[in-house]
């Protein structure tokens, strides 16, 4: 069976240097923080993807077109699979940002770009970081080869 790979989708809602986080309910990460995010349904293009987790994480409505990728991470050891994680950033959105999902989430929070919480997941870490540093690619949790160079976040 070939290798696969699952593409995710984050959104990261900037308002000001501040980013909307959601906290997580439940599963390895309980209590931790994270981006409103999801993976990538079949048929479906990456901006509508990010628009339709935001809307169904936090209930704000963005337009696709209101995207801008910021980052791309190429993860190992984040789940039983390895994934493409594509960041996008939006300062538009309609909505107040809610708890929609609240079997999977317990809150939400504003944190200022330069002083994130400790308890970040760090795979949506490493893109934050990214975008702030304006690193457009990364990889994490893979071993390097011999003679490559490894790019991190």
């Known amino acids: 069976m070939?290798?696969?790979?699952?593409?995710?989708?984050?959104?990261?809602?900037?308002?000001?240097?501040?980013l909307l986080l959601t906290t997580r309910r439940g599963g390895a990460f309980d209590g931790m923080w994270h981006l409103p995010s999801g993976k990538?349904?079949?048929?479906?293009?990456?901006?509508t993807a990010a628009a339709r987790e935001a809307e169904e994480e936090?209930?704000?409505m963005i337009d696709p077109g209101n995207l801008t990728h910021v980052h791309t991470i190429h993860?190992?050891?984040?789940?039983?699979?390895?994934?493409?994680?594509l960041f996008f950033v939006t300062t538009r959105w309609i909505g107040e940002p809610s708890n929609?999902?609240?079997?999977?989430?317990?809150?939400?929070?504003?944190?200022d770009l330069h002083r994130l919480p400790t308890n970040l997941i760090?795979?949506?870490?490493?893109?934050?970081?990214?975008?702030?540093?304006?690193v457009p690619f990364s990889v994490m949790g893979w071993a390097p080869q011999p003679g490559q160079a490894t790019i991190s976040a």
């Open 75 to 85: 993860v190992n050891g984040s789940g039983p699979e390895p994934r493409v994680g």
């Open 58 to 60: 936090i209930g704000v």
């Open 40 to 47: 990538l349904d079949g048929g479906e293009d990456v901006l």
């Open 100 to 111: 929609r999902e609240p079997e999977k989430c317990s809150g939400l929070g504003w944190f």
């Open 2 to 18: 070939p290798d696969r790979h699952l593409i995710d989708v984050h959104v990261l809602l900037a308002h000001g240097t501040e």
């Open 122 to 134: 760090e795979y949506p870490a490493a893109g934050i970081r990214a975008y702030r540093d304006g």
